[in-house]
Structures are given as C-alpha cells and as structure tokens.
C-alpha cells in the first residue's frame, strides 16, 4: 500500500502558492488524495491541508515546500500514525462512555494510554474497555499539590498528544496548561460565548433560551475562552425545566468532543488568533 502523508501549511499569503505547492507535488511523482486551502485576508495568512501519496523521504519534501514558501512558513509533513490519547474526568460518564464506545468501535484513531480522574467512581466503566485507569485525588491536599501529582502522573504515561477533558470538572492552573500547551480539548456544556462558568443550563433556562448546545475548544488560560473547535446545538422550549435541558444537553456534549477529538487526531486543525480553522 503506497504510503499517505499530511502536508500542513500556515505562512503568509502570497500569489502562486497553491501552484508552487501542487508543482512539488507533481514532480516528486506524489498524488494527492484531497487537498484544501484557505485565506484570512484580514490577516494576509494561507492554510493549506493536502493529503499526499507516494515514496519520498518526508524530510526531503518539507526542504523543497520551504524553499517556495514564504518566509517563517509554519510548515509539518506528517506520516499518519495512531497519537497517544488521555481522557480525564470526574463523576460523569456520558463523554467519557461515547468516547471508550467509539475507541472500542475503531471510529477513533487513536491509542487511550489512560484515564486518569480525581474520583475512583469511573474505574468500573472504563475496565471494561481494558483501559488503565489512575485516580489521583485532590482530597487532603491544596491546588498546587493536586496538580503537580497530576504532572507526574500524566508524565509517566509517556508523550501524549492530546489530553481530552471529558468533563472533568475542576480548573487548571497556567502551569498544567503551559506544560501541554495546544493539547488541551475540553467539552463545554453551552453554546460559548454564552453562560460561561457553573451551571450553565440554569442560566440558559432562567434567559429563557431556545436553543442549547455544547462547545469543545481548546484550552487556555482564559477560562472557557480558548480557539473553538466544534459546537452543536438542539432547540427547547419553555415547556424545559432546566434539569431537562441538562439531559439533552448531555447527548450535545458528547457528539460535539467526540468530533473535535477526531478532527484533532485527523489533524484537520489549525490555531490562529484563537480562532481555528477546520479543513
């Protein structure tokens, strides 16, 4: 099977780029199996995604891509490989559950090292996936200490490519998310910008709202306010208390990480003034 390989680019625009680009392409023999392209022109930026095949030494291609492209280029020529995947969480299981049943499914190309929570109430679901489970509590201990046994923990687990927070329900400090800094994809429940912070859906029912969604984003040390990845929404009435609308809103939730999770390890992503861009 001919080997495929993913060709991300995010430099300045300029004319002739997708030609210069495509003209590598052609004369190192590569066929390309999907390609997209797109131009912020508030700020002059290109991002190009092409999905290639073909034999060629991925170092070799990345030097002639570089030597076209503008200067600063971002620019990554990746060999598809399953990336290494920690879900945490707390008490809630429904994002974690759609997740393992995905996993189990084949629909997500990844390797889950671990789970890792702050409670044990999880281990008995995620066991039967035969996936390790850790619990490092925060009882006895203040923030600070949580998090660094948190670090250590995770670091044990080797490199991780991604950390998907499904629903694990308490705040990271700038330190946790420097260290995995644009590896971060937390499940919102709501619509953000909207109802940023606790109990969302109460505040969506006392606003009178007549839709809810749920937000997966990336992480950052804004709470709530990093690059958005996937959002989906469901109409309500006035007829919802909002405890129902917590229980449709759980369905939202879970479709909407699991989305984003696949995007991620598809790397289908690009980040660019906290805004994304999804090819």
Not at 50 to 74: C, F, W
Not at 171 to 187: A, C, G, M, P, R
Not at 227 to 245: F, L, R, S, T, Y
Not at 253 to 269: C, F, N, P, Q, T
Request: glycine share 4%; charged share 25%.
């Amino acid at each position: 099977m001919t080997k495929q390989y993913r060709v991300l680019i995010d430099c300045n625009d300029e004319k002739g780029l997708v030609y210069k680009v495509s003209s590598i392409f052609f004369h190192r023999n590569l066929n390309i199996i999907s390609n997209n392209e797109f131009v912020d022109k508030t700020h002059n930026k290109f991002f190009m995604r092409s999905v290639v095949a073909g034999e060629i030494d991925p170092a070799t291609l990345k030097q002639e891509l570089l030597e076209v492209l503008p200067k600063n280029a971002n620019l990554d020529v990746i060999a598809p490989r399953k990336k290494n995947v920690v879900l945490m969480a707390t008490k809630e299981s429904h994002a974690l559950g759609d997740i393992l049943i995905r996993y189990e499914a084949g629909e997500l190309d990844c390797r889950i090292v671990g789970v890792v929570s702050n409670y044990d109430l999880l281990e008995p679901l995620v066991s039967k996936f035969n996936i390790p489970y850790y619990t490092v509590s925060h009882e006895g201990c203040d923030r600070d200490e949580h998090e660094n046994r948190l670090l250590a923990q995770l670091s044990e687990l080797g490199e991780i490519d991604y950390i998907v927070l499904a629903k694990y329900m308490r705040i990271l400090t700038s330190k946790f998310v420097q260290t995995y800094e644009d590896k971060i994809i937390n499940i919102h429940h709501s619509f953000l910008p909207a109802f940023i912070g606790a109990n969302p859906y109460k505040q969506a029912y006392e606003r009178g709202v007549k839709i809810i969604g749920a937000t997966a984003h990336f992480v950052n040390n804004n709470l709530d306010e990093g690059p958005i990845i996937a959002q989906d929404v469901i109409h309500v009435n006035h007829a919802h208390g909002w405890e129902e609308m917590q229980r449709q809103g759980r369905d939202v939730e879970k479709i909407v990480l699991s989305k984003a999770l696949k995007l991620a390890l598809e790397d289908r992503i690009f980040v660019h003034t906290n805004k994304t861009i999804i090819f």
